[in-house]
């Protein structure tokens, strides 16, 4: 799908529709922790805020010996009044969690599906967009703009 750039709605749809394609292109074949860190610490770390995105990995004797970083194992999204955590499940998969900050103190933790972990991530990285031309410029290449 093939969308010109006009401005901060580049789909055509509205600011709404900005953020259901970007939570859609997040879900589509991402099942581990790994594949959202690469794209959020890859694709759209530039144009982010710096501090934003913070990765965990875990490095294995392997890793060490080869310089590598290791596998993300968790990804904490640091918005404007919450954090989006996703950690790697304990029989696999991922656990998603929404955190509700003040001043920067956690007053509230809730699990959440990674479905709508993705809609407030998508609707956080829209804020950032509309008022950011990189940013915005960042989703137009995730989305295929």
Do not use: C, F, N
């Amino acid at each position: 799908m093939s969308m010109e750039a006009s401005g901060p709605d580049s789909s055509g749809l509205g600011p709404m529709g900005d953020v259901h394609l970007l939570a859609a292109t997040l879900r589509a074949d991402r099942a581990d922790v790994e594949s959202y860190a690469r794209v959020l610490s890859g694709t759209l770390a530039d144009s982010l805020p710096a501090g934003m995105v913070e990765a965990t990995y875990k490095r294995g004797l392997a890793d060490r010996m080869a310089g590598r970083e290791g596998r993300a194992v968790a990804l904490v999204v640091h918005g404007h009044e919450r954090e989006l955590e996703l950690t790697e499940g304990a029989r696999g998969g991922v656990e998603a969690q929404v955190r509700t900050v003040v001043r920067g103190i956690v007053i509230s933790r809730r699990s959440v599906a990674v479905e709508e972990w993705l809609q407030a991530l998508a609707e956080d990285l829209t804020r950032i967009a509309a008022r950011d031309a990189a940013a915005r410029a960042a989703l137009d290449r995730l989305l295929g703009s």
